[in-house]
């Protein structure tokens, strides 16, 4: 699937992610307001297949998984960034979005149109005709990722853990 | 085989002799803390969609800091839904006690070298005690209480020694401004801090506390402090046993990712200008910049000591007008123990709003959220944009001492001028 990239420069943290104020709310509601003090119109404007880029330490701050689950739920299909803050990358693995480092973005513009290759570690600029080249993800979290998160890829380990003690 | 404390600990949760950085392994958790925001109203859903209990009751600790007083509709709503899950699950429940970070050492229940997680990203603050703990999101929390484990990529040790000792009116909240100003937010390349050398020695267990806290702000996974005599009489204190310490330390020639060395005697006491603690600076280079709210409060700036600190500027004095001082005890026991020692009544005097013993305003929560354009200085871990209040809300870091004496003077200032 081809989309946008919106692009963002570095240590974008969580609570520009997904406000505090609206942590009450469900994701719908904090979705809403993804990024707004940085870019008033991104969920308005973000659409299914377009991808988020951006510079160093991208998560920054806390630990509340709504920062990644607003992107998921925004139907953004991956981040690519140059670092991300730990904590960050880890929820991201766990809901199945798909995260990958950059070496570099300096070929990317922001509304590039572009497709992310999560599994071959590539972000194909369309419109540019040139590919950024990803660190590929750790086997065992690539395992996580593809099944859709860290909640279907235990479903799958208990009921395999069943069938086992039932043999 | 040398290695160091953040390895010694992992190799053990993970049944081995020794590990190497960069291998992920799979960790036993000795103890998963969780709170009302992102534990139980996110983790039971999961859990009841796997089908599975807890991997072990005792080993959870859970504590109600982020919706509590509870004064809102939806705040009691997720309160009573704790409340419920914890009578339910027989879980250990601090309900009210104060900011998880605080009640969890104060329990005794952590123990140096004990590899620990918590549902929120202050939880290296548990590296005071010489516990490899870090944090996780709502989702991963579910999977350690439904397995008891955890991956874990062994990280390298990121060493930050300060020699010398710090000057009168220099705290650790300090040493972190400076130091995310030193190494940036994303200094610590979420490998394990620890930090050494005779001033973090010379510290007192809730200013460790503060370090290790704020490892997070340096993006380290955990801050940690080698266990010693200081943390033995802690654990004491607070009625927990102590373990054996003699192997908890990073060895002599292990091998670490990057040495720093700061001089502590040179230090002067540190702000952060809007909306990132990296952008730190010393106190008397900020331009006098005027303030109306002064807000001394959460897991890293409103402990029993900070209290004693802000009470030593404001013995005697009054709030500049114009200026609001809202105090947040990080937990109950400790403004307990402030107002047996007269450290509450100060604050009373010099015309302070006592907030409940939470989170608050530091997570974005309450009624006292900043106003548009309001300019506030803060004791607490981060200002990013937005998170306490309005996104034109201006918020600038310093440590209890220095907001104190913001508040006192209407604008921020070395504090170190109001202390005889």
């Excluded at chain 1, 071959?120 to 600029?125: D, I, K, N, S, T």
């Amino acid at each position: 699937m081809s989309g946008r990239i919106f692009l963002f420069g570095d240590d974008i943290d969580t609570d520009q992610l997904a406000p505090g104020q609206y942590m009450r709310g469900g994701i719908e509601a904090i979705a809403t307001h993804c990024l707004e003090a940085i870019r008033p119109e991104f969920a308005q404007t973000v659409r299914p297949g377009d991808i988020v880029v951006a510079g160093r330490n991208f998560g920054a701050g806390s630990s509340r998984e709504q920062a990644a689950e607003a992107l998921r739920h925004l139907q953004v299909v991956g981040v690519v960034a140059l670092s991300f803050a730990g904590i960050f990358y880890r929820n991201a693995v766990n809901l199945g979005l798909p995260i990958l480092i950059a070496p570099s973005i300096d070929d990317v513009a922001d509304g590039d149109t572009a497709t992310l290759d999560p599994e071959g570690g590539v972000l194909r600029l369309t419109t540019k005709g040139t590919d950024v080249a990803l660190e590929p993800m750790p086997e065992n979290l690539r395992a996580i990722i593809n099944n859709g998160g860290l909640v279907p890829h235990l479903k799958k380990r208990i009921a395999a853990e069943h069938k086992g003690t039932a043999e | 085989m040398k290695q160091t404390l953040a390895q010694k600990i992992i190799a053990r949760a993970a049944g081995r002799d020794h590990v190497t950085a960069g291998e992920v392994v799979t960790a036993k958790v000795d103890l998963a803390m969780i709170h009302d925001s992102g534990g139980p109203r996110r983790v039971a859903p999961i859990l009841k969609e796997l089908g599975v209990g807890l991997w072990d009751k005792d080993k959870v600790f859970l504590v109600s800091d982020h919706f509590v007083p509870g004064d809102t509709e939806e705040g009691a709503s997720i309160l009573a839904l704790t409340r419920t899950w914890a009578r339910d699950t027989g879980v250990r429940f601090h309900d009210g006690q104060g900011i998880c970070h605080v009640v969890l050492p104060e329990s005794g229940q952590l123990q140096p070298g004990m590899f620990a997680v918590g549902g929120d990203s202050h939880s290296p603050t548990g590296g005071a005690m010489g516990a490899f703990m870090f944090g996780i999101g709502a989702t991963e929390m579910a999977g350690v209480l439904a397995t008891g484990e955890i991956w874990v990529k062994v990280p390298e040790t990121i060493r930050i020694a300060w020699t010398g000792q710090l000057g009168d009116g220099l705290m650790a909240k300090d040493i972190m401004l400076a130091l995310c100003g030193r190494l940036g937010m994303d200094g610590g390349k979420y490998q394990a801090i620890e930090y050494t050398g005779e001033a973090i020695k010379a510290l007192s267990m809730q200013e460790r506390m503060t370090l290790s806290n704020m490892a997070a702000e340096l993006g380290g996974q955990t801050g940690l402090v080698a266990p010693d005599e200081v943390t033995a009489a802690f654990l004491r204190s607070v009625g927990g046993a102590v373990p054996d310490l003699s192997d908890l330390h990073t060895d002599e020639g292990a091998e670490v990712l990057e040495d720093h060395t700061f001089d502590a005697t040179a230090l002067a006491p540190q702000v952060a200008a809007p909306h990132s603690p990296a952008n730190a600076m010393p106190a008397d280079e900020a331009g006098k910049t005027a303030v109306s709210v002064a807000y001394i409060g959460a897991c890293t700036g409103a402990k029993y000591e900070d209290l004693q600190a802000a009470a030593r500027i404001l013995k005697g004095r009054k709030l500049a007008a114009g200026v609001e001082l809202l105090v947040a005890p990080s937990s109950k026991r400790d403004q307990d123990r402030a107002t047996q020692e007269g450290i509450m009544a100060v604050f009373e005097a010099a015309g302070a709003k006592v907030l409940p013993n939470a989170c608050g305003i530091c997570a974005g929560y309450g009624t006292h959220r900043l106003d548009a354009d309001v300019t506030c200085i803060s004791s607490t871990a981060r200002n990013f944009k937005g998170r306490m209040g309005e996104a034109s809300s201006q918020v600038w870091l310093g440590s209890p001492l220095t907001v104190a004496a913001a508040a006192v003077a209407g604008h921020i200032v070395d504090p170190r001028e109001m202390l005889s």
